[in-house]
């Protein structure tokens, strides 16, 4: 069945570093694919989305890109804040119905 | 604009209590979704609706049942609750496939 890997956590980065967080799935057709992000406490936002192969996505500086020819979908950011410490999570959309398929999230910390 | 609204957001219930979670949305989407969310396993879906009139499982609905009373709620009840169903329970809407869901704040249940 369809399915989100992603990288184990935690994530622990300072202040201006790189960071990227590895997203690969499992899915028949051509699923849409999206990173949410988890501020301590709070519910679970939209980060960023694609909906077809090389598509990029892209907000408050993060960035992934749909790769079909290898099933990834991995999210990046080139200075992190300590604002980004949260959990990010990587769903997928199935082709067939409407529900997300998420990924078991990864912790980030950024510390300054 | 509310968005989507859970209720309550926090709860302790004894071993064989049960109770509903509430949850509305108002941005007239299709469907809704029951996830529960726990430490190393992500976003586990319980029950979704695709629609108005329609329920169905997913990967962990032992011991919960669903009712979707009209297009804008729908509530998750246990009906003899466990320890194993101590959790966080988010809900959420999409207006259908491909679709970016949006999440309520959780309902943070502790079972003793």
């Known amino acids: 069945g369809d399915s989100v890997t992603q990288m184990e956590g935690p994530v622990t980065l300072s202040e201006e570093a790189f960071l990227t967080i590895n997203c690969t799935y499992t899915?028949?057709?051509?699923?849409?694919l999206f990173w949410y992000v988890q501020y301590p406490g709070e519910g679970l936002q939209l980060l960023l989305k694609a909906t077809k192969a090389d598509d990029k996505g892209s907000n408050k500086g993060f960035e992934a890109t749909y790769r079909k020819e290898t099933t990834s979908f991995h999210l990046e950011k080139g200075s992190v804040q300590v604002s980004d410490s949260a959990v990010y999570f990587c769903?997928?959309?199935?082709?067939?119905?409407?529900?997300?398929?998420f990924g078991k999230g990864t912790t980030l910390s950024v510390s300054s | 604009n509310a968005g989507v609204t859970q209720t309550p957001k926090f709860q302790v219930l004894k071993t064989g209590q049960s109770m509903t979670l509430q949850c509305a949305q108002d941005?007239?989407?299709?469907?809704m979704y029951w996830y529960r969310q726990d430490p190393g396993m992500g976003l586990r879906l319980i029950y979704y609706?695709?629609?108005?009139?329609?329920?169905d499982k997913g990967e962990v609905p032992n011991g919960y049942n669903v009712s979707r009373l009209n297009k804008r709620e729908f509530s998750l009840r246990l009906e003899s609750a466990a320890p194993s169903q101590t959790s966080v329970y988010f809900c959420a809407s999409n207006g259908g496939p491909n679709t970016e869901a949006f999440f309520g704040q959780g309902t943070r249940l502790t079972v003793v």
């Open positions: 941005m007239n989407h299709n469907s």
């Open positions: 609706s695709a629609s108005e009139g329609t329920t």
């Open positions: 899915a028949t057709g051509y699923p849409s």
């Open positions: 769903a997928l959309s199935r082709v067939r119905g409407t529900a997300l398929i």
